[in-house]
C-alpha cells in the first residue's frame, strides 16, 4: 500500500515553487519576476509572459499575479510602492474562453 502526504516544511525533498507578477516596464515590455527578484524576464508580449510565469509556478492557481493598470515594475530591484500593499488585479480571461453559465443555459435551451 502507497501512503501519499503532503510535503512538510521540514522535508529535504520539498519543492517550493515560486509566485510570479506580470506587468509592465516604463518602456512598455513585458515583465515577469518573483517577488525577491531572483527568476524573471523580458518577454515579447503579454500571452509569453503569462506562459513562462505559469509554467514556472506549476500552474498553481493564485501563483500569478497582475499588476494594476499605470503601475510599472522593472526586471530588478524593489517592487513599487503600490505592490508593497499586495494590491493586485486578476489576470483577464483568454479571449477564445466562456463561462460555464453559457453552456448551461445553451442546454436548457435546446432541451
Known amino acids: 500500500m502507497t501512503i501519499i502526504r503532503p510535503a512538510s516544511a521540514d522535508d529535504p525533498h520539498r519543492c517550493i515553487l515560486p509566485d510570479f507578477i506580470v506587468g509592465q516596464d516604463r518602456s512598455g515590455r513585458w515583465i515577469v519576476r ?45 517592487l513599487p510602492r503600490a505592490l508593497a500593499r499586495n494590491v493586485f488585479v486578476l489576470p483577464a480571461p483568454h479571449p477564445a474562453a466562456r463561462p460555464f453559465a453559457d453552456a448551461g443555459a445553451r442546454a436548457r435551451a435546446a432541451g
Open 34 to 78: 518573483d517577488e525577491q527578484g531572483l527568476i524573471g524576464g523580458v518577454f515579447r508580449d503579454r500571452e509569453a509572459a503569462e506562459r513562462f510565469a505559469a509554467f514556472e509556478s506549476g500552474h498553481r492557481a493564485g501563483a500569478v499575479r497582475h499588476v494594476p493598470q499605470g503601475v510599472r515594475i522593472e526586471l530588478t530591484g524593489p
